[in-house]
């Protein structure tokens, strides 16, 4: 579900109408004594809101939870209409927060006037923080983490110097979409020709820069782009920090502009990276047109900042299956992908090199 002006979507499990009612279920792995048990009342209570923003006011009957280890199901009541109009105002806030965190590898962590207190539902490495020198709410992290510096070695580099964003010139010479992402959501998309050099534009995701079959038609500079690559072929992102100007109001505006400006064949789109796993999980099943879909995600902390790191279909191996958290990964050619204004680290089985560290022993992959 995508909320009509972009800026909320979520993924319903399971839904049943087949009686007349309409009724929410997630579907859970584990059992209600799970240190995450609490937080799905506030998940399914989010997707009522979905629903009801995306349904013409249509309010559900029921929200139920079914865990697979016991068999438990658990029921709630769903959110009143007054509730759900409430909502509307207080995920907005939380939206806005989100993207207020600028670009860049989210830093992990905070001090502890910025990190959160811990008390909501499922809420945990966000409440870890610094007190001064002294790491607080790092009960988690005890338990995957020995507390050694984490050492960078050739060719790796921190998580914070991940390129950031970029300035390009050229001219659009197509644009398409709506139309599916690697992730199967809906977002506009245009080519850029730079000189002799042809790169995609696409929004980073549904929504992040509605406008951009609507720019200027000759020469333009695309301002705070996000450098990336998908299937080998470097593109950028555009979203809400994202300008593009002509290229006239570009001089205008900058006293040097070519000093801002980067050539489109000398993007960088990779990264060499190293970190603790800090949680790792993986996703299945089957699109709309009938074809598997698989996704491996896990987040790696280098003891500064947090980035995500995705694998799709047939990058995803065995050494990444049996990793836990705790292990340590080193990625030498990980593609730059964007999500909601932060990176994300994708590997291409093909391109990019690991190697997960153990306790037992050293496995390449």
Same mark, same amino acid.
């Given at each position: 579900?995508?909320?009509?002006?972009?800026?909320?979507?979520?993924?319903?499990?399971?839904? $049943?109408?087949?009686?007349?009612?309409?009724?929410?279920? *997630?579907?859970?792995?584990? *059992?209600?004594?799970?240190?995450?048990?609490?937080?799905?009342?506030?998940?399914?209570?989010?997707?009522?809101?979905?629903?009801?923003?995306?349904?013409?006011?249509?309010?559900?009957?029921?929200?139920?939870?079914?865990?697979?280890?016991?068999?438990?199901?658990?029921?709630?009541?769903?959110?009143?209409?007054?509730?759900?109009?409430?909502?509307?105002?207080?995920?907005?806030?939380?939206?806005?927060?989100?993207?207020?965190?600028?670009?860049?590898?989210?830093?992990?962590?905070?001090?502890?006037?910025?990190?959160?207190?811990?008390?909501?539902?499922?809420?945990?490495?966000?409440?870890?923080?610094?007190?001064?020198?002294?790491?607080?709410?790092?009960?988690? $992290?005890?338990?995957?983490? *020995?507390?050694?510096?984490?050492?960078?070695?050739?060719?790796?580099?921190?998580?914070?110097?991940?390129?950031?964003?970029?300035?390009?010139?050229?001219?659009?010479?197509?644009?398409?979409?709506?139309?599916?992402?690697?992730?199967?959501?809906?977002?506009?998309?245009?080519?850029?020709?730079?000189?002799?050099?042809?790169?995609?534009?696409?929004?980073?995701?549904?929504?992040?820069?509605?406008?951009?079959?609507?720019?200027?038609?000759?020469?333009?500079?695309?301002?705070?782009?996000?450098?990336?690559?998908?299937?080998?072929?470097?593109?950028?992102?555009?979203?809400?920090?994202?300008?593009?100007?002509?290229?006239?109001?570009?001089?205008?505006?900058?006293?040097?502009?070519?000093?801002?400006?980067?050539?489109?064949?000398?993007?960088?789109?990779?990264?060499?990276?190293?970190?603790?796993?800090?949680?790792?999980?993986?996703?299945?099943?089957?699109?709309?047109?009938?074809?598997?879909?698989?996704?491996?995600?896990?987040? $790696?902390?280098?003891?500064?900042?947090?980035?995500?790191?995705?694998?799709?279909?047939?990058?995803?191996?065995?050494?990444?299956?049996?990793?836990?958290?705790?292990?340590?990964?080193?990625?030498?050619?990980?593609?730059?992908?964007?999500?909601?204004?932060?990176?994300?680290?994708?590997? *291409?089985?093909?391109?990019?090199?690991?190697?997960?560290?153990?306790?037992?022993?050293?496995?390449?992959?």
């Amino acid at each position: 579900m995508f909320h009509q002006d972009g800026w909320a979507a979520g993924e319903l499990d399971l839904v $049943l109408r087949w009686d007349g009612r309409i009724r929410l279920i *997630d579907v859970k792995s584990g *059992d209600p004594t799970s240190k995450f048990a609490a937080s799905l009342q506030h998940q399914l209570g989010f997707y009522s809101w979905l629903w009801f923003e995306t349904h013409e006011g249509q309010r559900v009957d029921g929200m139920e939870g079914w865990y697979l280890d016991g068999p438990h199901r658990v029921e709630f009541e769903a959110p009143s209409v007054e509730n759900l109009q409430t909502m509307t105002g207080v995920f907005k806030q939380v939206h806005e927060k989100m993207q207020a965190m600028g670009a860049g590898p989210a830093k992990m962590p905070v001090s502890l006037e910025e990190a959160c207190d811990g008390e909501s539902a499922g809420c945990h490495w966000c409440s870890l923080a610094l007190d001064g020198d002294t790491m607080v709410n790092d009960e988690l $992290l005890k338990t995957i983490y *020995d507390g050694q510096e984490i050492i960078m070695s050739t060719p790796s580099e921190k998580l914070q110097q991940i390129p950031q964003s970029v300035s390009v010139t050229g001219k659009f010479t197509g644009a398409w979409g709506p139309l599916p992402n690697h992730f199967g959501e809906p977002v506009l998309g245009a080519m850029l020709m730079a000189g002799m050099k042809q790169i995609t534009i696409e929004e980073s995701q549904p929504g992040a820069f509605p406008t951009l079959h609507d720019c200027p038609k000759d020469e333009i500079v695309i301002i705070d782009a996000l450098p990336g690559v998908w299937r080998g072929q470097a593109r950028l992102y555009v979203d809400k920090n994202t300008r593009i100007l002509s290229r006239q109001d570009a001089e205008q505006e900058f006293d040097d502009l070519s000093q801002k400006l980067t050539r489109v064949g000398l993007l960088r789109t990779r990264a060499n990276v190293e970190g603790i796993i800090l949680c790792i999980a993986k996703r299945s099943g089957i699109r709309l047109d009938g074809k598997p879909w698989a996704m491996l995600s896990m987040h $790696l902390w280098d003891g500064e900042h947090v980035v995500e790191v995705a694998a799709f279909g047939s990058s995803i191996t065995g050494a990444m299956e049996e990793t836990k958290p705790g292990d340590t990964l080193k990625m030498t050619g990980a593609e730059i992908g964007w999500r909601n204004g932060l990176p994300q680290l994708r590997i *291409d089985i093909r391109s990019t090199r690991l190697s997960f560290k153990r306790k037992e022993s050293l496995l390449e992959g």
